[in-house]
């Protein structure tokens, strides 16, 4: 906690989070939520059993069968949920197809391609799919005459004729999809059901369906989708996994099952399966082991509030079929001997329940229960929260407390970060499933489509790499590792802030390794041209209060910066710090953890960093790459959810100040559940634009904003609601004002993976690799990025998609910048994956979910206090 | 052949006839009929524990998913003659991940043939129960009549259940003209169903028991159950084990190979992990093994540490003391402490744990059953000091800085 934030702030993107329960929603719904910390009645009896009874789950969801469908309407309603909710959960569009905001952006109509840089030869994890010349897919309408009402029926019927629909083919109940065109448009048949009605269908021919068509793309997906259970791959949430040859890394008792991710879509020129190595983290102990070893680990009165922190926001699977849910809530209150009120009406506990319907014997009454919020539908009907045993339900996926094992997670890493060529090698597998199997081959032969069997392989350009400055010096670096930290070790800075008057606060025990730090920085300030006088050192006792008394005792408003060495990483001093630093006492603060220093050989090194650190806290400047464009302000925006606390969304909002992008403007929104994010990130864009005219007394007249954190699937409102917010924004600034805006989404976990060929082998593309063609969509303005370098795995590069623009910069220069920007991060000396303001964004808004859980004083917004 | 097909139909539209609203005082069966009929054969399964189970016209398979959760079940099959229905659900018979995360002790094998039950097959062969739920008023005469040689004189399981509709019970059912569904071939009264059963287990050697699920209302109880059900059970079991599917002699394979080729196709097939199976031992084993030497060894180093930091706060003398206390061992002492003693010990950067140690922790004992198993199983997966005794364990990784 030096300040090194886990990059894990990644929640739910906040669309997820407005399954606000609509008027007349189960009254269960009520109940929960007024409930908020988990207290509820022990009596059960208001949660509706969403522990389905009809549970026929995993296969297609179905249209119940007593309601007619209207005719015509909802033509390929059927398929929709097939594609999109295979499992029978919730339809969501995550590709965000539709969302086509290319054409309304004139100056790339034509072409969206840069120009700079030096071609490379790259291979992508993409597979063409190929189709027989002329291929088409044949959407048929089928009725009957008298009406049929069971789906299953009505397919039996159909399926009598056979020998004229041919053997290939996809029926949801009244949409019939074939490979092949039946002679006539319409075509009538007889079929006779076994007591001897005659039923008349008429198969009428709706659709012609050229390849790329939506519905054809639906229907590819759904097609994979079959072949990956023919090849008896597991699913797990979106993915599928090979449970035959799992890794095992017992210590921790985690389970790594390999799998693929796949989706298959139109892309730039072809129709594409995009397939990635994927790998699901199960382990083989229930939730109801865990809380067991949990309790022998904290402190009684502890328990829960541990439990609450390990397991709300995670995964689990139960042991009875194969669903999955998210943990929201742990109800302490109740225990399987609780009730609830089943489909029919009648009363029936947990404990009978599992009994008599998937013959599981619960041995433990006296366990709490875990509450997920459902997301599911079932038809219009938002059901209510789900009960779950905690004996019945399996763990996936990793605890925070793990995630901050450096060994477990080194552990982790031998089997699921694959170099290149493993990963190649693993995704090459796939194919050769596919390729091997007879069954999927004989499918995708029926259909007239196949696989290529090699990768993409295309050309890419890696765009020169990028001169830093720094106090009037130019550095080069090797552009292969991304990082000037060797090279601008001992340079001076931009701008140094002198540390006249400091704190150094420490407890008896690391009195030591407080004067250490202390001789350090004497040593390694000089040469940046930080001006620096001792310390004023304090020693405290170990203990929250002590810290905060001390900080309230000695801050002076000359104080330029507090450093507290903290003797642990428990967070809860960290915090109590934090807060009363950002918020009540705005000045600069830097923790580091004493075991940090402890470390003879890189005391020095570490004390340069901390330096830099604590002048960027105090708004000092280090390094700046050269930027041509003038009179722009870049912002950056990312969010963090919140799962634990009161589930807020905190969104960080980071502007630049000056031409050189070395100052920032910071401000956050944080945001309750059920508000609206824009409204407060409109109020951030107009004090930032304030900020800016009082540095530079004028007003900017271009604007690019680097949006992140926008989850899959939500291109949609970003591009109809957030867009248009911000315009109408800047319009209240000043009557004549009229900048030109660019909004660009900023995307980090993708699937795509791009290698380099080099000599006979596969590496990581270098820093710089810049994508434009083949990966990208067609009805998008966007390109991939490789910035960063990383020393084992495989680089994952960021997609950017630039969804609004008036300043009509070329796409070279749009790229070029981006890239330039991703220079910018003070606390990495090396290029970093995102543009530094979503960094700091990211940075801003991780601090203050995890620790402030406020808004920062508004007097530290010129400052990274954040770091 | 398309005809049969409607047969698949059956099984869940036909209850869907009967949900009349209570107050117009016709019949509502709570829970309803389908599912009494499941809970039924449920509850014969725990009564009578067969091991092999077979469901003849087991359309979409909610049957055979009910069962699988039985532990007492270790082969499951299902036959009908619709495959697409079968196909439809049948996902649900395969191994759920959590089946992997902790295989059971019991062995289980699902397998899903398409075909006619007027067909002799050898995998049909060797059950301890056979189920045909709803399933005889369906068949065409030729396939009626072909039907108790099938089943109880191929087949001969210990046990057969046969539910139908009892056509006495029609009259209280609205609607119901004919027959309940379109389908049926027949619904017989309770004297034409138990006369063709009686028929059928004299001539096999069966003994029979009828009675049924759904109750007729008060004052109407002379019509009977709704459905009926013989319960068949063979009088004179063999003495040795039942047949074994997997080895039909030689003569039942000879007679119905022809058939086999022909009439009965395998859909499907999963086999779940089991402890039974090597593999999944030896992972379970391994598995065990290393969760708990991690654990005693964390409890340990634990313990050494508090020790120390109650004494002293500096760390640098702290490291010095655990030295000292792990190094009190000399070397030679060291390996005679550890054949003897069943504590683990430390010396330097490695955790001695005595298997005798991990045999003790009652999940790694009720694993391997006795600890030369246990033995036999880790060799080679698990680093031993070179007597086999102990797991070898690093410490340093434990403290390493991130």
């Known amino acids: ?21 609509s008027v007349g929603a189960a009254s269960a719904q009520q109940s929960f939520s007024s409930h908020p910390s988990g207290h509820r009645q022990p009596q059960q009896q208001s949660l509706p059993p969403t522990l389905s009874e009809e549970f026929s789950g995993r296969g297609r969801q179905r249209v119940p069968q007593t309601v007619p469908k209207p005719r015509g309407l909802q033509i390929s309603a059927g398929f929709q949920e097939l594609s999109l909710a295979d499992r029978g959960g919730r339809r969501r569009d995550f590709h965000d197809l539709g969302v086509n905001t290319r054409q309304a952006i004139e100056h790339v109509r034509e072409s969206k391609t840069g120009s700079s840089g030096i071609m490379i030869k790259l291979i992508a994890n993409y597979f063409r799919l190929t189709s027989r010349p002329q291929w088409a897919l044949y959407q048929y309408h089928i009725g009957y005459n008298p009406e049929m009402e069971a789906r299953r029926l009505r397919s039996a019927l159909l399926f009598q004729h056979e020998e004229l629909i041919g053997k290939t083919h996809a029926f949801d109940g009244s949409i019939l999809f074939l490979p092949k065109k039946l002679g006539n448009k319409v075509t009538e048949v007889f079929s006779k059901t076994r007591n001897g009605e005659d039923v008349k269908i008429t198969i009428t021919l709706t659709n012609e369906l050229p390849p790329s068509s939506p519905t054809c793309l639906q229907f590819y997906n759904i097609i994979f989708r079959r072949l990956l259970k023919m090849m008896n791959l597991q699913q797990i949430g979106r993915n599928y996994y090979n449970p035959n040859d799992p890794v095992s890394i017992p210590n921790h008792r985690l389970m790594v099952w390999p799998g693929f991710t796949s989706s298959i879509l139109q892309y730039e020129e072809s129709i594409m399966l995009c397939a990635d190595v994927s790998h699901k983290i199960l382990r083989s102990e229930t939730v109801l082991d865990f809380m067991y070893s949990l309790y022998y680990q904290v402190e009684e009165q502890r328990f829960r509030d541990a439990c609450a922190k390990e397991l709300i926001g995670l995964i689990i699977l139960t042991k009875y079929n194969n669903r999955t849910y998210r943990v929201d809530d742990i109800d302490w209150d109740a225990n399987p001997q609780c009730t609830f009120r089943r489909a029919d009406g009648s009363e029936i506990s947990y404990v009978d329940y599992y009994k008599r319907q998937y013959n599981q014997e619960i041995t433990d009454l006296n366990q709490p229960v875990l509450i997920s919020q459902s997301r599911r539908k079932r038809g219009s009907m938002i059901l209510g929260p789900v009960v779950l045993i905690p004996e019945l339900c399996y763990l996936t996926g990793l605890t925070e407390k793990m995630r901050n094992d450096f060994n477990m997670m080194k552990d982790l890493a031998i089997h699921t970060r694959l170099p290149p060529e493993r990963r190649q090698c693993e995704i090459g597998r796939l194919i050769d499933y596919i390729q091997k199997d007879d069954g999927v081959q004989k499918e995708l032969r029926d259909w007239g489509l196949s696989f290529d069997s090699n990768l993409l392989s295309f050309t890419g350009r ?12 130019v550095f080069d670096y090797n552009p292969q590792f991304a990082d000037w930290s060797r090279e601008t070790r001992v340079a001076p800075l931009i701008s140094a802030k002198p540390l006249d008057n400091w704190l150094l606060i420490y407890t008896r025990r690391n009195y030591d390794t407080a004067n250490t730090l202390l001789q350090n920085l004497f040593k390694v300030t000089p040469s940046m041209g930080i001006r620096m006088n001792k310390a004023t050192m304090i020693e405290v006792d170990d203990r929250t209060e002590a810290y905060l008394r001390v900080l309230q005792q000695s801050i002076t408003p000359d104080t330029n910066i507090a450093v507290c060495i903290l003797s642990s990483s428990r967070k809860d001093k960290y915090d109590a710090i934090k807060k009363y630093l950002c918020t009540d006492c705005p000045i600069p603060s830097q923790c580091v953890i004493a075991r940090t ?21 105090m708004g000092g400047e280090l390094w700046s790459v050269e930027i041509p464009l003038r009179q722009v302000m870049v912002v950056g925006i990312d969010c963090y959810h919140d799962t634990l606390a009161g589930k807020q969304s905190i969104a960080g909002f980071v502007a630049s100040l000056n031409q050189t992008m070395t100052r920032w403007f910071s401000r956050c929104v944080v945001q309750s559940r059920g508000q609206e994010l824009v409204d407060g990130l409109k109020a951030c864009l107009q004090t930032a634009l304030r900020d800016w005219f009082k540095w530079n007394k004028y007003l900017p007249s271009r604007i690019i904003v680097y949006r992140d954190g926008v989850g899959d699937g939500q291109l949609h409102t970003l591009v109809n609601y957030e867009v248009p917010q911000f315009l109408d924004c800047l319009k209240t600034v000043g009557k004549d004002y009229n900048p030109k805006l660019t909004v660009i989404v900023v995307k980090k976990r993708v699937n795509t993976r791009f290698f380099a060929q080099s000599g006979g082998g596969l590496k990581n593309p270098p820093p710089g690799t810049v994508v434009d063609v083949e990966v990208t969509r067609p009805e998008w303005y966007d390109f991939f990025i ?82 | 052949a398309h005809v049969s097909l409607l047969q698949c139909t059956y099984q869940n539209t036909m209850d869907k006839n009967f949900q009349e609203e209570p107050c117009t005082g016709v019949i509502k069966f709570t829970p309803p009929l389908y599912k009494q009929r499941y809970q039924f054969v449920k509850d014969l399964v725990r009564k009578y524990k067969p ?14 998913w009910m069962l699988k959760f039985y532990n007492c079940i270790e082969v499951l099959a299902g036959l009908d003659i619709c495959a697409s229905v079968m196909k439809e659900k049948m996902h649900r018979l395969y191994p759920l991940p959590a089946d992997y995360l902790q295989p059971s002790e019991r062995s289980l094998t699902v397998t899903l043939h398409h075909g006619s039950v007027a067909h002799e097959d050898p995998c049909m062969l060797g059950f301890d129960l056979v189920t045909c739920i709803e399933l005889i008023e369906h068949l065409e005469e030729s396939e009626l009549e072909k039907f108790p040689e099938v089943v109880f004189g191929f087949m001969a399981p210990t046990m057969v259940v046969i539910s139908t509709p009892n056509s006495e019970f029609n009259p209280l059912l609205p609607g119901v003209t004919v027959f309940r569904h379109q389908d049926h071939k027949f619904e017989w009264d309770r004297a034409q169903f138990q006369s063709w059963a009686l028929d059928a287990a004299k001539r096999y050697g069966y003994s029979v028991e009828f009675t049924g699920v759904g109750n007729p209302p008060t004052g109407m109880e002379d019509v009977g159950f709704c459905t009926q059900i013989a319960v068949f059970v063979k009088k004179y079991p063999q003495t040795s084990e039942p047949a074994q599917s997997k080895k039909p002699t030689e003569a039942a394979y000879k007679t119905v190979m022809f058939c086999m080729f022909l009439h009965v196709v395998k859909v499907f097939r999963a086999v779940y992990p089991s ?41 640098t003398e702290r490291k010095l003391q655990l030295q000292r206390s792990v190094n009190c061992f000399s070397e030679d002492l060291e390996t005679l402490a550890v054949e003897k003693s069943t504590e683990p010990l430390t010396n330097g950067s490695v955790v001695y744990i005595p298997l005798r140690k991990i045999f003790s922790f009652p999940k790694v004992n009720q694993l391997c059953g006795t600890f030369e198993k246990l033995r036999k199983l880790i060799t080679g997966k698990v680093t031993l000091t070179s007597d086999g005794s102990a797991v070898v364990l690093d410490t340093d990784h434990e403290n390493e800085e991130n």
């Open chain 1, 462 to 473: 890696v765009v020169q790499a990028e001169k830093i400055l720094q106090a009037g010096k």
């Open chain 1, 1 to 21: 906690m030096t300040g090194r934030a886990r990059a894990r702030a990644r929640g739910r993107p906040p669309g997820q989070e407005t399954a606000v329960p």
């Open chain 1, 786 to 867: 490789v910035s960063q370098a990383v020393r084992n795995g495989c680089v994952a590069p960021t997609h950017y998609n630039v969804i609004y623009d008036t300043n009509k910069l070329k796409p070279d220069h749009v790229q070029r910048l981006t890239y330039k920007l991703c220079h910018m991060y003070y606390n990495w000396s090396g290029v970093i994956r995102v543009p530094a303001p979503c960094q700091y964004a990211h940075k801003l808004a991780f601090l203050v979910g995890q620790s402030i859980h406020r808004e920062p004083n508004l007097l530290l917004s010129d400052r990274l206090y954040y770091l």
């Open chain 2, 51 to 64: 091991k092999k189970v077979a469901d003849l016209g087991c359309a979409d398979c909610t049957l055979l």
């Open chain 1, 597 to 617: 220093l402890s470390k003879p050989q890189t005391t020095l090194a570490i004390a340069t960093k901390i330096a830099l650190q604590m002048n960027c806290k």
């Open chain 2, 275 to 315: 402890l039974k199976d090597e593999k999944y031992l030896q992972n379970a084993v391994v598995s065990e093994v290393m969760f708990t030497a991690h654990a005693i060894k964390r409890s340990l180093l634990d313990h050494l540490v508090s020790e120390q930091e109650d004494s002293n706060d500096d760390p």
